[in-house]
């Protein structure tokens, strides 16, 4: 089956955009975290959302996600790891499935860490962002495994009781994996490296030979999750349509750059969504 849309991301944008693809009467998929816009729930009170005075972050998401809910429409809890351009269509790998559909809306917010040295050089070529995707390769061998999140140690878990050896390099405190295999490493390495594969992780003070490395963490990097996407100083290059430099792939709130603002972000999801509308009238 092919949908008229796939939206990455359930910040305000993500929202918008669906909501607005639902009333419009648009077959679409949306994928991200079950929970719509943990940052924004994290908000004390918002004081300039139009309409809504001196609401608490947690107020506010509540009113998202049940205006969407009321509309038919929830998101998916599945992280989209790769979208690619099939030429008038594309395919999204989220989870451990693939998708195809004709436009896409990219509302990923702002990617929480930056791209290792090498990250994007080896992509399929020994980094991976999926456990239960791309684990049975490399069964037996050595690999490395970057968790920036603790909801990620069942995917480390999994990993290190398929490989040989694991490197394992936890970017928070607290970790509980506990493998005889792996190695706990508290450091970020500095690059990826390698000839035609990944071949080590390179570290201020060492080296370590690995097969590939795991990379888990919550979003991937726009210029990373979609081949060719332009992108400057880590935000999306969107026009004022949402359009992006891709035909069929459209983009909105703070993924496009500043201001971080929720009224903005909602706004460019309404866009988005019509862009998107539009689009798929004109090619048919």
Same mark, same amino acid.
């Given at each position: 089956?092919?949908?008229?849309?796939?939206?990455?991301?359930?910040?305000?944008?993500?929202?918008?955009?669906?909501?607005?693809?639902?009333?419009? =009467? *648009?077959?679409? #998929?949306?994928?991200?975290?079950?929970?719509? %816009?943990?940052? /924004?729930?994290? $908000? @004390?009170? &918002?004081?300039?959302?139009?309409?809504?005075?001196?609401?608490?972050?947690?107020?506010?998401?509540?009113?998202?996600?049940?205006?969407?809910?009321?509309?038919?429409?929830?998101?998916?809890?599945?992280?989209?790891?790769?979208?690619?351009?099939?030429?008038?269509?594309?395919?999204?790998?989220?989870?451990?499935?693939?998708?195809?559909?004709?436009?896409?809306?990219?509302?990923?917010?702002?990617?929480?860490?930056?791209?290792?040295?090498?990250?994007?050089?080896?992509?399929?070529?020994?980094?991976?962002?999926?456990?239960?995707?791309?684990?049975?390769?490399?069964?037996?061998?050595?690999?490395?495994?970057?968790?920036?999140?603790?909801?990620?140690?069942?995917?480390?878990?999994?990993?290190?009781?398929?490989? =040989? *050896?694991?490197? #394992?390099?936890?970017?928070?405190?607290?970790? %509980?994996?506990? /493998?005889?295999? $792996? @190695?706990? &490493?508290?450091?970020?390495?500095?690059?990826?490296?390698?000839?035609?594969?990944?071949?080590?992780?390179?570290?201020?003070?060492?080296?370590?030979?690995?097969?590939?490395?795991?990379?888990?963490?919550?979003?991937?990097?726009?210029?990373?999750?979609?081949?060719?996407?332009?992108?400057?100083?880590?935000?999306?290059?969107?026009?004022?349509?949402?359009?992006?430099?891709?035909?069929?792939?459209?983009?909105?709130?703070?993924?496009?750059?500043?201001?971080?603002?929720?009224?903005?972000?909602?706004?460019?999801?309404?866009?988005?969504?019509?862009?998107?509308?539009?689009?798929?009238?004109?090619?048919?």
């Amino acid at each position: 089956m092919v949908y008229d849309s796939i939206i990455i991301g359930t910040g305000p944008a993500g929202v918008s955009a669906a909501i607005n693809l639902k009333v419009l =009467g *648009k077959n679409f #998929l949306w994928f991200g975290a079950s929970s719509v %816009s943990e940052k /924004a729930a994290a $908000a @004390e009170l &918002v004081r300039n959302y139009p309409g809504l005075p001196d609401i608490t972050g947690k107020q506010l998401v509540w009113t998202f996600e049940n205006h969407a809910k009321g509309l038919g429409t929830e998101p998916e809890n599945k992280l989209v790891t790769a979208v690619y351009d099939l030429g008038g269509r594309f395919a999204v790998a989220a989870g451990t499935d693939t998708y195809e559909c004709r436009t896409i809306i990219l509302c990923t917010g702002v990617a929480a860490a930056k791209p290792i040295a090498g990250e994007e050089a080896f992509l399929g070529r020994g980094v991976s962002y999926c456990a239960t995707c791309d684990g049975f390769l490399y069964k037996g061998k050595r690999i490395g495994v970057l968790c920036f999140d603790k909801a990620f140690e069942h995917e480390a878990e999994y990993l290190c009781s398929i490989a =040989g *050896k694991v490197c #394992l390099m936890p970017m928070y405190k607290g970790c %509980s994996v506990s /493998a005889p295999n $792996a @190695e706990i &490493v508290m450091k970020m390495p500095k690059e990826i490296a390698g000839g035609m594969k990944v071949e080590k992780l390179v570290f201020a003070d060492r080296e370590e030979a690995v097969d590939g490395i795991f990379i888990l963490r919550a979003s991937v990097s726009p210029s990373i999750l979609l081949h060719g996407l332009k992108t400057d100083g880590g935000h999306i290059l969107a026009d004022r349509q949402c359009r992006t430099n891709i035909a069929g792939v459209f983009a909105a709130g703070d993924c496009t750059g500043r201001p971080y603002q929720y009224a903005k972000a909602v706004g460019e999801g309404n866009i988005a969504a019509h862009s998107a509308v539009e689009y798929l009238a004109e090619n048919k």
